[in-house]
């Protein structure tokens, strides 16, 4: 059974190359090598060992650093070689035992994180210049097939006994959750009858059938796979983007303060429990201008205003999902000069082009991103000093409702431009305003070639905001709101969240999100699972057998 | 708490308007009115009563066998109104004691039916010519309310006091599962944060704003409702292309036999348990060929294989969904002469334009989407005398797994024609051999051009089945097969299947049975709603309040 009792929050979800106790990041030229070496006894937790190049949370938040410093600080990178330093084994997925002995809301949680881990791979991919190869030195099952899958290429080595499969369904009465199940048939297209077979044969699947069935792209002898892997690199290396003769920039820690009320960054701030089951999380716009140009960021590095305030965000983010599953609702707020940051949205408009300026961006639109896909109710509180602008107004548009104060003695404004556009699109592939104007797509241009802010009446009208309480209603109108949205279930909440933040189309992210995590989450509830004689609780147990409550759902 | 024990097997799934119970079916020429009358006591079980027009699965089966003859019975209608004989109350949507007091398997199949059902309706917009206009003399909660977003056009009566209603979440901690959230903002693209706003205000929205929200189409004044109404009916009914001058054919009772080792209908059979868990569906091609031209098709009626058979086909799925819990996998075997069957397509195809012609067409491809959609593994067995030709290859291509026998002694074949071309799509919008072709599609004109029956190793090279084994094998490998899959959690199964079989693009109703649905069930396992304390659980209690685990998930 899920051990409600223990303790799942985490001290910092930042770390350093230098710390990484699971992983291996190096630099041959054009080339990085990320290999997994997982320590047995180095979990989060006491309560399990990670054998087998198996992984818990403290194993992906190394993976997403390396991507993040691979993306800036190392520009000189053009491919990289995701392997194992284990003999025979590439990685055997998601510890079971942990799995096992974790909440559900750990488990949510833990799965969506390594999603968005998977996703930024492909995000890299496709937008960064960065191609990944998944070396597979050995066994790949579970998660470990579907980090592979997450890859642009995946080699398979034939060495007799290595294969690569997705046992969850008949070891463990769970799905393939981590994008497993939706990549197989819908970004390597396995055919379906193929993609069932394989999904249910413990084993898994090697050679020239892994080939043919499209699960691997190569299968290589095992005296050749070192040398095909670094040419399979070289190739991929060859096609890439990223710059010449460029210098990364170093990513410092965040050097976040915590207590109890709360957590300060320098740009962020969440404020715990303002009103029952809250919290405010403010994003402080910049103090100063954008550079003059492309060299001029890479000059300020991460202090630079629009990185920096998103690694916040970023971080802030995860900490309020795995450390704060009590909070229900997060009140999205704002301070700052409005101007200051459209002229950083127009900066990094006019030299997208630039190495660093691109990472920036699509960086700001993964961390959006997260946002969109938290389990907490989003309401955005707009009132004078505010800042929704740009980038900023996002927030916004990310909002599930938006309050903004309408008193004429004390005007507030939400401003519009670039950044709105379209660089920050949803996992859906529109844009937040592309998808709240479903209806109108027409009105998109129009309010994008709206002059200047628009205040509350104009942001009413343009359907820019939910109310606009005037000074008489705010408080009660905004002290209800939350009030009412703290007496809901939780579960229901996200449920409707989940399904009313992404009209529109669907995408192979929206479809791992949606589809297969929510199924996912509904098996993660079951006793043939989680039961005491559920196949996840009995999983490893010499001679238990786990026992089903046959019944078709 | 979900009551395991309750007898929830239906024991037909077949009614008439003369048996109606809750639901009265009048015409007047052009425009059908279906009103919604709902008997109190006369729930499928004594444990819940009807009140306010809520519904159970008895309800829906007459809804769902009314929009079936206005389809078949009644080819002069092009308009139908949905509207209630109760005063002051539309539907107050599917009954709360009936779920709160219902398995989890039951309520599961039961959103699915009407889900199904709510489908037909858009189906029959989009295909055949008939408009649904939502009448709503009163308030439309819940369920009433996702009927109505399945109509074409919804009016709101503006008697100051009925509203649309999504109470779900605020009172149930359950979602509206019934398309509702879906429906909402993407179909009738209620922006999202109005959304969130209407999902969770438990009075609803009526007047001015249900309109400027896009919730309904009209609201109308009480004394111009009924004029509104059929002003409204006979517009949408002027724009039908249904036939002129025709007459309907009686669909009459299918007169199956049931008894312990399974049930007989003329062309289908279903034996039960030949394997532990295990299902034999047998389909049966047709006796004679087709009729001359359309009128033929009118004068053979409902006994016409083409609308027979899948009648049958459609009843026994039902059976399986509801009444045969502990199956787990369906075998598909067909029976009869191909050539037959692929005559009965070519007819189908050159009169395609015949309003029964049409009719037959659709209910094919609805009967087949709910074969997609059932819970149960499906593995098709090609054999000799099988005859998976046309319209029952969609059977094979349907499966999760198909085996066809390659014995040089006794020859098997598959064999497509112009019902595989794309006249039968699944819920994604591709046909079946698109979907299995993802990942070449160019193969779909190549194997469609295929002259005559694929043998089995041809239909192997072309991708059509997943295993061939040999005279030798046959019987050990079935029989693993389906020993292993019943030996699998059928969670995990139903979780697999539903993220497999649906590869490629996702739609209204693959987000309804994706997404919504995944949730949905998700949310049905929850304590926070199906727990002792829980909201399902305590609706309708005076002074009981739901206790809510907080944790954010």
Redesign the interface.
Known sequence: MAHDNVVEAIASFQTHPDRYRHWRLSFEGEVARLSMDVQEEQGLRPDYTLKLNSYDLGVDLELADALQRIRFEHPEVRAVVITSLKDRIFCAGANIFMLGSS???FK??FCKFTNETRLGIEDASAHSGLKFIAALNGTASGGGYELALACDEILLIDDGNSAVSLP???L????PGTGG??R???K??????????F??VAEGIKGKRAVEW?LVDQVVAKSRFTQAVTDRAKALAAKSDRPAGERGIALPPLGEEVGPAGVKYRYVTLALNTSP?VVDLTVKGPAEGPPADGAGLVAAGADAWALRAFRELDDALLRLRINH????TVVLRTEGDPAKVLAWDDFLEKHASHWLVREVRHHQKRVLKRLDLT??TLFAFVEPGACFAGVLAELALA????YMLADPQRPTALQLGVANAGALPMSNGLSRLE?????EPQKVDEILAHAGPFDAEEALAA?L??FTPDELDWDDEIRVALE??A????????????????????TLE??IF???T??????F??P??VGERG?LTLYGQAGQR?Q??????
Chains 1, 2 share one sequence.
Not at 188 to 197: G, L, S, T, W
């Open positions: 909440s559900h809301p949510v949680n969850e369904v008949p463990l009465g769970v799905l199940l939706t197989v048939v819908d390597r297209k396995v055919r379906r009858d193929r993609a069932d077979f999904s249910t499209r089951r599953l009590d909070i229900g389990a907490k909002a599930d409702r938006s998808t709240r104007m479903l209806a359907g905001v939910t009412e949205r007496s809901y279930s939780p579960d229901a909440l996200t449920g409707m969240e989940a399904n009313l933040r992404f009209a529109g189309p669907e929206t479809k949606g589809r297969l929510a199924w996912q989450n509904w098996i509830q079951r043939n699972a196949a786990a089903f409550d046959v019944r078709r759902t």
